[in-house]
Structure formats: C-alpha cells, structure tokens
C-alpha cells in the first residue's frame, strides 16, 4: 500500500518512517524544501531517538517532495500531519490544515480511484467534518464518503520516545464514517496488535482532547500536592508511591516537579477551554491546570532566591533547556520562563542542553551557551536543573547551589545546598 504524509515534522516525519519499516511506500510532502532535502538526504529534519537508523534502513522505501499531485497521484491514502499552533487567544490555529485540504482536493481532482484522506493532526472536535470536508470537497468537486473517504486518526505519540510508541502503541482510534475507508484503514493497520477503536469522526477527535487534558491535569495536581508537602517537609514522591499503588488511580505522570511544555498538552488544553467557552461551558479544572502549570517554574526562582536574595550579575546555570529529555523540541519549554525571570533579575545565564541549543538560541541568543554540562558547573554561583537528561545524573555537584526541578539524585546527595522544587 502507498501513503503520502502531509507535514514532516515529529508526527509526520515518524509515521511515514514507521509505515516505511512495515513494508509501505512512503511519500513525505512539505513546503519546506529544506526539509524535503533533508529526508531525501536519509537526515531526519528533527531529532528523535532512532529515527536516523530507520531512515537509513529503509533507504529506496520512501521520498519526500513539494508536489502535491505527485504525492496524491502515487498514493492511495493521505495523512495530514501539519501543526495546529495556539492563536493569542488560545484557540486553535487551522491556517496549516486548511492550506493542506485545499492543495490535496486540488490534487484529488485529476485522480479517478477512491482516496482516503487521513486527519492525524490534532484538531478540535467538529474540524475533519466542518472544516476539512468542505474545502476538499469544493476544491475536487468530489463528495466525501463517496468519491473519496475521510477519516479522522490521532496521534499518541510521545516526543523523545516516538518511535517505540509507533511500533507499540497503546490503543489505535480510527473515526470514519463510510465502510470503505474503514474496511482500507484496518487493513493499513493489521500489523498492530493493540486494542483498535472503531469511533464517528468527532469522538476520534474527542479522545486525544480528552488524554491530554487529563495527562495534563495528572501533573499539575502532583505540583500542586507537591507545592504543599515542600512546606510540610514531606516528600511527595513518596507520598505519589502510595498513591499509585491503589489499582484505580495509575502512577504515571505524577512526576512531581517544573511542569509540562512541549507542542501538545499546553496548546491542547487552551484549546479545549477556548472550546469549552464559545459551548457555553466553563472549564475551571482545565483552567486551574494551565493556571497552575504557568506557575510552577517560577518556583525555582523563589528557591533561588532564598539562597542568593540578589541575583543582579551573578553567573546562573540553567541545567536543560528542551521541553522534556531525548528531544530538541523547545517549545513551551519551562527553560523559557525560568530564563526570562533570571535576565529580569539581572543575572548572568549560562546554559547547556544535550540537543536543544540551537532552538533555544533562536529565542534567547543573549545568554552563553556551554559546551558542556560540567563548564555550567564550574562557572556559575548557582545551578537550576530543568530538564532530567541522563547525563546529568552523573555530574559532580559537590560544593554547589542546586535548585531542582527534576529530582536528580545525584544533586540531592551531593550538592553544598540543595533544593528541590516539591521535594
């Protein structure tokens, strides 16, 4: 079977990887040429663990192109795969999705054999049908359901582990609508043994609003009870380890700590309350979430402060800048707070992250960037640990401030002062 992915950015570029290792021809469509280049150079234009070793392997399995005939034409079904970005008001941006569905019914109209179309971006419930659906439709004057099937598929993939998760997923969801483009969509999916739901489109869409918003919610409760045991001298993550044990409630991502960021959950919930609001509804537990997760950075700098009372030209190590370990995403990384509050109190940023620098250079290209973790050490008064990279489970913190935000071990046990955020 031939797939065209739209959009190659973490979930693109990782799904058509994925159907490529299965044994499917794959067909990577971007307007950026430099990421079409990229791909075609078997260099994945983002990093993700394993991704380049799957892309040399399947070398002559895929290609990428900015041609949307050719990819359609080639192909016999298409995911969407593009970003759906926060507006100001946290509302969902679908400028990608609606310039994706015009250039694909503009494709559609040459092509005479049914086509599936796909919607794996995250999009709020009522988009595949109410935005989607008719811009393929006006621009192929073709009718869906009949002249080419539309379905809706989420993506639950976890950045920093997105492979593993593609290849062995919890559930796969898949929302349709006419039996032809169900009957096509389990047959691209056989090889999975997992649990398959079978939804109407809007439910689809529904479920991953609804897993993000409660994984968010998951931590920004632990935070919360977090915030409370770190002024009763209790550890939470002991108090996590009994929680987690009653069968009802599952222990993960009670990992109390600096929050959540990355391109999902942050934008996901605002989206969800934007929603919410134009329905009539008020959202407080989403809204205590995203009230509580802006907070939680700005712990550290309160620790710090209690240490360092001014912090007006002092030499501050940020320990971690990307959104969580084993990626270079930096979106709503809790690094960006945290490094606004530092320069607005005067201090001197030095910072080192494994992967992500060069993004976070992009947004703060005023601050010194290490070339390793152990020079933040060496030359800063204090350090903040904001992201849980493997390798600084390993560092000698003797004789330094650390404020934690990640619960290193190592820091807990050798640094001159330590504290942790919610421990």
């Known amino acids: 079977?031939?797939?065209?992915?739209?959009?190659?950015?973490?979930?693109?570029?990782?799904?058509?990887?994925?159907?490529?290792?299965?044994?499917?021809?794959?067909?990577?469509?971007?307007?950026?040429?430099?990421?079409?280049?990229?791909?075609?150079?078997?260099?994945?234009?983002?990093?993700?663990?394993?991704?380049?070793?799957?892309?040399?392997?399947?070398?002559?399995?895929?290609?990428?192109?900015?041609?949307?005939?050719?990819?359609?034409?080639?192909?016999?079904?298409?995911?969407?795969?593009?970003?759906?970005?926060?507006?100001?008001?946290?509302?969902?941006?679908?400028?990608?999705?609606?310039?994706?569905?015009?250039?694909?019914?503009?494709?559609?109209?040459?092509?005479?054999?049914?086509?599936?179309?796909?919607?794996?971006?995250?999009?709020?419930?009522?988009?595949?049908?109410?935005?989607?659906?008719?811009?393929?439709?006006?621009?192929?004057?073709?009718?869906?359901?009949?002249?080419?099937?539309?379905?809706?598929?989420?993506?639950?993939?976890?950045?920093?582990?997105?492979?593993?998760?593609?290849?062995?997923?919890?559930?796969?969801?898949?929302?349709?609508?006419?039996?032809?483009?169900?009957?096509?969509?389990?047959?691209?999916?056989?090889?999975?043994?997992?649990?398959?739901?079978?939804?109407?489109?809007?439910?689809?869409?529904?479920?991953?609003?609804?897993?993000?918003?409660?994984?968010?919610?998951?931590?920004?409760?632990?935070?919360?009870?977090?915030?409370?045991?770190?002024?009763?001298?209790i550890d939470v993550y002991e108090v996590f380890k009994g929680v987690g044990l009653d069968h009802r409630i599952n222990p993960a991502f009670f990992r109390a700590g600096i929050g959540f960021g990355g391109s999902c959950f942050p934008k996901d919930v605002k989206a969800l309350i934007k929603k919410a609001e134009e329905l009539g509804e008020e959202p407080k537990i989403l809204k205590a979430v995203i009230e509580v997760n802006e907070r939680q950075p700005l712990k550290m700098i309160e620790l710090l402060k209690k240490r360092i009372p001014d912090l007006k030209g002092k030499r501050i190590g940020v320990l971690g800048l990307a959104f969580k370990p084993d990626t270079d995403d930096v979106r709503e990384s809790r690094a960006i707070p945290i490094v606004k509050a530092l320069l607005k109190e005067g201090a001197k940023v030095i910072a080192y992250d494994p992967k992500a620098m060069d993004n976070f250079a992009k947004i703060f290209p005023q601050i010194e960037y290490a070339n390793s973790a152990e020079d933040v050490i060496a030359k800063s008064d204090a350090v903040l640990i904001v992201t849980e990279w493997k390798e600084f489970e390993k560092l000698d913190y003797s004789g330094k401030i650390v404020i934690d935000g990640r619960r290193i071990e190592k820091a807990m046990k050798e640094a001159k002062i330590y504290e942790g955020v919610c421990w």
Request: hydrophobic content about 35%; some cysteine.
């Open 1 to 233: 079977m031939e797939v065209s992915i739209i959009g190659s950015g973490y979930v693109g570029v990782v799904t058509g990887i994925g159907f490529a290792e299965l044994g499917y021809e794959v067909i990577f469509v971007d307007v950026d040429e430099s990421k079409v280049k990229a791909i075609n150079d078997l260099k994945p234009p983002i990093y993700e663990k394993g991704l380049e070793e799957l892309m040399r392997k399947n070398k002559g399995r895929y290609y990428a192109t900015t041609n949307y005939d050719e990819a359609i034409n080639k192909s016999k079904i298409t995911f969407i795969c593009v970003g759906t970005p926060s507006k100001e008001d946290g509302s969902i941006d679908l400028r990608y999705i609606e310039s994706a569905s015009k250039e694909i019914g503009r494709a559609l109209t040459s092509k005479n054999d049914f086509h599936v179309v796909v919607v794996k971006s995250t999009v709020i419930p009522g988009t595949t049908e109410g935005v989607v659906k008719p811009i393929i439709e006006k621009e192929s004057g073709k009718e869906a359901f009949k002249d080419f099937g539309l379905a809706m598929n989420p993506e639950f993939l976890r950045e920093g582990n997105a492979v593993e998760d593609f290849f062995n997923p919890d559930r796969i969801v898949i929302g349709v609508k006419d039996e032809r483009t169900k009957s096509i969509l389990e047959e691209l999916y056989r090889p999975f043994n997992c649990p398959k739901l079978i939804t109407d489109i809007k439910t689809a869409e529904m479920i991953k609003y609804a897993s993000n918003a409660f994984l968010a919610t998951k931590i920004s409760f632990a935070n919360e009870i977090g915030n409370i045991c770190k002024k009763l001298g």
